[in-house]
């Protein structure tokens, strides 16, 4: 494909198109797979789940529970069928703990009743005997144990020693990096049907439908081809039902061989909070040479990410942190370490922008302390560090960084957000302020797209023309909220030349497409739209060769244009063209496949070239804190996002602001808190805080940037949105920082943990107000 | 009580205009009844807690509008004689109101799960409030959550939507009220007078006794247990009062805290302000005045400002009738209270400021909106000239039962609120409290902020705000 946007105007894509759902969503007509009228003899599941962080599981007995009314079938680890085995990505990871409990709220089994509530309070009354061990529920106590639920991993480049050694100055520092809840607002569910030969129909709420139908063959002892699994919508997914949805479709799969009757599986809040994995909290650790104009020389990062209990998707959420923690910069020697330490809490999973933030946090936290004990502007450090925009400097894990759009957002954002002014008016401010102070921050972030693993970067795209000239569109990718559907569908119309209503979206099914990968790493639209596009300009291709037949003229003169086709002053409908080609007997259907080019990775030297292209985004936050109670609201942030050629700026913008917000949380209000039990008691929105309307800055300029289609080849030259504006919340993080760095004197740097709750903001207040006499520029 | 002889055997009520029974256990959940039996889907559960607001319906009782109330904590058995609104009942003629027609087109929906509850909530402000103000959105909203969006454009659409005219809405003529309903072995009972109220009571000491169930029905819906006999007082004539002297208000216990607020706005415009931070749109339209005390949280936002304010409460049991005591020597130790299981609370008084009186109360929480307090501390003095005469500081968050701060109140009274007094106050606090470590704070905060709150009040009271929602 060769297409330059600047020059084409288009008639479906690039159009701010309304979610194709949008107005059932506001009907409530929109169905979820708990809203699906119930099959006859459908039965209700919950998980049991273990009370303990860690022991030996000695008994699992589900008499009291099969005694309570209307409770019909218990299925523990003894009555799995197949294998008792749900790991992603490494074997080991069982569906319910048989031998070994390993976190509070662990599965252990599942029971089904005649009705939910039925379901629920047999769980409950089944015994659960441990005998319990000492859990170890924090990184630093498994990492001083070595205990790692899979190697260690380094991104290295350059001489690191050497470069710390010769240091003018030498920055150490150390961030504790909190987790973060998915919470999607519809919970973890799925629906199993039992068919004839032993078959398994199941709808689940999930961003891997191809995995989950590998892992129910698997769990239930057959082959793929028995497991059909339909996705048509999840009540929001953020990467929390990539591999966790596994777990809940297995589990009623189970049950629906057992009893012979369709079950279903729905987690009640807290047991979803509790049983299914999170964001990765890290602590990352850092020694940093620089010089004393800010140029950063060599950087040594090490971070300590609680796995949990097994591997899960640790690994590559682990190396897409080492691959981010160069953000925008090019550092000539780098070292960036990264241990998955086993815990006994939850397995952590993948959670939007999959590592990359905890990446960028770190070292948007070391470019601050840099510039703060050198007394720099932090927004002259950054430029200084910035991979030049014409050198083509290549990253620690050998990509070189092209197509670099990092000058162009950082100045644009400077000056859209009027960046001079408000900073010499905060100083002023806070001169005058004892209480409330205000800081302001900018700050950059590139983010790689594509899957680490070269394997994943691959997906098909099924496409139907039938004779009345309707479109059947159904890919890899499941709609989670995202707008992927309507995304994908305008790249079909644009290709037919057809009107958006032509084109039916329909359910994500492993029957009609297959072998796909999740929907995750921003890459739903370039490659399932991709896919579709090869399928669509696949038929295309035939259709015109019968158009031109049936029109007498050569192919070269056939034009597809609003839902016809020309040749020179003549035209017939796209349907009646469909009805032809029909006739012809020409096939009017494709499988559609796409495998993004160029990318390549080493698994073991953590070297090559795993990201497809980069994308750029810039943001500017100001904040006030109350330096009495920590208290802190975001006044105003200035976004400014790289599309590339935006398939639909529409659905790109409420991604960008969405994400920012949901990264906002996590830096500010969300906190998981455990006991010293291992018990997280944060598991409902009574307790774990996302933002509400008001928490959203109360001045929110956000925009796409303009006329910057891809450098790659990518579907229309869009570019991925879905993580990307997410780490731009660094910004109101940094913003907090800078209001704490108010109260104290130059040259000393803020010590805030993530995130900067009232009171870690007070904490950090406090400390710099202590350390603010005794210490002089470092 | 009126003189049916037989239990009634059914909930009736008007569901999106048109009267139906339901012949489900009175405890059943409002949303399992209108997704389970009633087979309306649009309504969503998202928590089950009262906390995110998918499940939001529209209640009208009686007179009153249509409230946004959470489906997911409420109970049949507040139901009946009322109407209910989901959201397939606002479309008219098939087509979607205003606010549907602006959120669809505004991008306000992306994965769609909290979308109808929303519409529920902001369709419950705009038939109250047809061009709202940004605030009033965020007030409407604080019990709804999104977690796509960033909720911007909603906030957008709202205002989109206040613009256009809305639909006329049909007011349904509501079923009257029945003393006694009894399904699948749990029984109901529908007090319209205290007498009544105070017999079912001495009967029934151990029933369950319902006022706007934000509390007790976090507990039914999280399934833990049933109830088999329920005492409502949200339809005792005595306990829905609100009377005002040139002294004093008084409160009955039904009163819910929406009308609490409408009402205390202009005599309390800090406890005004409190109160909107209080739950939601949803959880104020049926938690009670009364519920909030009875229920006897350490952390309830009620008390606090209440005691400050020196506030006294009236109960009443057939056996004794009516006696008044101090709100603060109603909390005993950690949900343990002077109620006597024969007794039920009619009413909470609360004195107006005289010239002279300063009034604050000041909550902490991670969350502006919708969350429960860290900290909570409510100040009442009385000033001559500089000096402060008489004072009340009380806390929540601080100690098992909403408790006053007398050490401190003693480093103030007779002395000006300066730097010197304030600094005392701040320090007997430790004499005072020894809170607790948890999810919202740790000890060490919840002591620093207490204080902190001590010095915001000196702040306030010299004319100066230092708040970060203030900017």
């Known amino acids: 494909m060769n297409i330059d946007v600047r020059s084409v105007q288009r008639a479906t894509v690039g159009r701010g198109i309304a979610h194709d759902s949008a107005r059932k969503h506001v009907a409530g007509e929109a169905d979820y797979i708990d809203d699906m009228p119930e099959l006859p003899g459908t039965l209700h599941a919950a998980l049991v789940t273990s009370p303990v962080a860690h022991g030996k599981l000695i008994a699992l007995d589900p008499a009291g529970a099969l005694a309570i009314e209307s409770v019909v079938a218990f299925c523990g680890p003894d009555d799995i069928p197949g294998h008792n085995d749900i790991g992603p990505i490494l074997p080991g990871e069982p569906l319910f703990a048989s031998e070994i409990v390993d976190y509070v709220g662990q599965p252990l089994g599942v029971v089904a009743a005649e009705t939910f509530e039925a379901a629920v309070k047999a769980s409950r009354a089944v015994h659960v005997d441990v005998e319990e061990r000492e859990p170890v529920l924090d990184v630093e106590t498994a990492h001083e144990a070595e205990s790692y639920v899979i190697p260690s991993q380094t991104v290295a480049e350059g001489d690191v020693e050497a470069g710390l050694a010769s240091a003018e100055q030498l920055i150490e520092g150390r961030l504790e990096i909190g987790g973060q809840d998915h919470f999607y607002l519809e919970t973890q569910i799925a629906y199993a049907i039992p068919g004839e030969d032993g078959d398994m129909t199941v709808h689940s709420s999930t961003q891997h439908p191809t995995e989950v139908q590998h892992h129910v063959a698997h769990v239930l002892g057959g082959l793929a081809n028995s497991v059909d699994v339909f996705v048509r919508r999840m009540g929001g997914g953020f990467g929390g039902k990539e591999s966790q949805a596994t777990i809940i479709a297995a589990a009623a799969a189970l049950l629906a061989r057992k009893t012979r009757r369709p079950v279903k599986l729905r987690l009640k809040r807290s047991v979803d909070m509790s049983a299914t994995g999170k964001r990765h909290d890290m602590v990352a650790t850092w020694k940093a040479g620089v010089r004393k104009n800010g140029r950063i020389e060599a950087l040594d990062i090490e971070y300590l990410a609680r796995a949990g209990n097994t591997p899960d998707l640790t690994g590559p959420v682990i190396t897409r942190a080492l691959t981010h923690s160069d953000n925008s910069y090019f550092i000539p020697a780098a070292r960036f370490v990264g241990h998955a330490c086993k815990t006994n809490t939850v397995s952590n999973t993948a959670f939007r922008g999959f590592g990359g933030p905890q990446g960028i946090i770190a070292i948007e936290t070391i470019i601050d302390q840099v510039a703060r004990e050198l007394t720099l502007d932090p927004n002259v450090v950054r430029a200084i560090n910035y991979y030049g925009p014409e050198t083509g400097e290549v990253t620690p894990y050998g990509q070189p960084v092209e197509h670099n759009r990092l000058v162009e957002v950082t100045e644009t954002i400077l000056a859209t957000s009027e960046w001079q002014r408000r900073r010499a008016e905060i100083d002023a401010h806070n001169a005058t302020s004892p209480v409330l102070r205000r800081g302001l921050a900018m700050m950059p972030v590139k983010f790689g797209i594509s899957f680490n693993l070269t394997s994943l970067n691959q997906a098909g795209a099924l496409v139907h023309v039938y004779q009345d000239g309707s479109v059947h569109l159904n890919h890899g990718g499941t709609e989670m909220g995202q707008g992927l559907f309507m995304k994908v569908a305008q790249v079909v119309a644009e290709v037919f030349q057809v009107d958006i209503e032509t084109v039916k979206i329909t359910a994500t099914a492993t029957g009609k497409v297959p072998n796909t990968s999740a929907t995750a790493a921003s890459t739903g639209s370039d490659i399932n739209g991709m896919a579709a596009y090869n399928a669509a300009t696949a038929i295309k291709g035939r259709m015109t060769n019968v158009a031109a037949d049936h029109l007498e003229v050569p192919a070269e003169e056939i034009v597809f244009r609003e839902g016809r086709v020309h040749a020179g002053n003549r035209s017939i409908s796209f349907a009646e063209l469909a009805k032809h080609t029909w006739a012809a007997r020409v096939q009017l259907s494709e499988a559609g496949y796409y495998a993004t080019p160029k990318i390549h990775w080493d698994v073991k030297t953590l070297k090559g070239r795993p990201f497809f292209y980069y994308t750029y985004g810039a943001a500017v936050a100001e904040v006030a804190i109350d330096t009495l109670t920590g208290e802190s609201r975001c006044l105003r942030a200035d976004l400014l996002q790289d599309c590339g050629a935006s398939l639909n700026p529409a659905v790109d913008l409420g991604q960008i602001e969405g994400a920012f917000v949901q990264g906002m949380g996590w830096l500010t209000c969300e906190e998981l808190w455990w006991d010293e039990k291992g018990r997280l008691r944060t598991i409902g929105p009574s307790t774990y805080k996302i933002p509400g309307s008001r928490d959203v800055p109360r001045d929110f300029n956000v925009a796409i940037l303009e006329n910057a289609p891809n450098g790659e080849e990518t579907v229309f030259r869009s570019k991925a949105v879905g993580e990307p504006p997410l780490m731009l919340a660094v910004s109101v993080w940094l913003a907090i920082r800078d209001a704490i760095a108010s109260c104290g004197q130059p040259g000393i740097s803020p010590k805030l943990k993530a995130p900067a709750t009232p009171e870690h903001i007070l904490e950090a207040v406090d400390d710099i107000r202590a350390r603010g006499s005794a210490t002089g520029v470092a | ?471």
């Open chain 2, 1 to 471: 009580m009126n003189a049916e002889t037989k239990a009634a055997e059914a909930i009736r009520f008007v569901l999106n205009g048109k009267t139906v029974e339901f012949a489900v256990r009175p405890d059943t959940t409002a949303l399992d009844l209108v997704r389970l039996h009633a087979g309306l889907t649009g309504t969503k559960e998202g928590c089950a807690e009262g906390d995110c607001g998918a499940c939001t319906v529209l209640l009208r009782r009686g007179d009153g509008p249509r409230q946004a109330a959470n489906a997911c904590i409420m109970t049949a058995a507040q139901l009946d004689g009322t109407e209910l609104t989901t959201v397939e009942g606002l479309k008219h003629d098939g087509a979607l109101t205003p606010l549907q027609d602006a959120m669809a087109q505004n991008g306000s929906s992306q994965c769609g799960f909290c979308t109808p509850g929303i519409v529920m909530a902001l369709t419950g402000l705009i038939e109250e409030n047809p061009e709202p103000e940004e605030t009033a959105i965020h007030d409407a909203l604080a019990g709804n959550l999104c977690r796509c969006t960033g909720y911007r454009p909603i906030v957008e659409a709202t205002k989109v939507a206040a613009k256009a005219k809305p639909a006329s809405i049909a007011r349904s003529v509501l079923p009257p009220l029945r003393s006694e309903i009894a399904v699948g072995g749990c029984v109901l009972h529908q007090p319209g007078d205290l007498a009544g109220l105070l017999e079912l009571r001495g009967r029934y000491p151990d029933a369950v006794l319902l006022a706007g169930g934000t509390d007790l029905g976090v507990a039914r819906a999280d399934y833990h247990s049933g109830w088999d006999r329920i005492v409502s007082t949200a339809h005792v004539r005595e306990l829905r009062a609100i009377t005002a002297t040139r002294d004093e208000w008084t409160f009955g216990a039904a009163v819910t805290w929406e009308e609490v607020l409408a009402t205390v706005a202009d005599d309390y415009p800090s406890l005004a302000t409190l109160i909107r931070r209080f739950g939601s749109t949803q959880i104020r339209s049926m938690g009670t005045i009364g519920g909030n005390i009875g229920t006897a949280s350490p952390i309830g936002d009620g008390p606090p400002p209440l005691i400050a304010l020196g506030a006294t409460i009236t109960l009443a049991s057939r056996a004794d009738g009516e006696r008044s005591i101090l709100l603060e020597d109603f909390f005993l130790d950690y949900r343990k209270t002077a109620m006597r299981p024969d007794e039920v609370i009619i009413s909470v008084t609360l004195p107006r400021l005289k010239d002279g009186e300063l009034f604050r109360v000041y909550k902490l929480s991670k969350r502006y909106d919708q969350d429960i307090s860290t900290v909570c501390g409510a100040f009442w003095l009385r000033m001559e000239g500089d000096t402060v005469s008489e004072c009340r500081i009380a806390y929540g968050g601080m100690a098992a039962i909403p408790k006053r701060a007398k050490s401190s109140e003693n480093k103030i009274i007779g002395r000006p609120l300066d730097s010197e007094s304030t600094r005392a106050a701040v320090e007997a606090l430790s004499d005072d409290f020894s809170p607790l470590s948890d999810w919202r704070g740790s000890a060490e905060y919840r002591m620093k902020a207490a204080g902190a709150l001590i010095q915001r009040l000196a702040h306030d009271a010299a004319g100066e705000t230092v708040e970060v929602m203030a900017l």
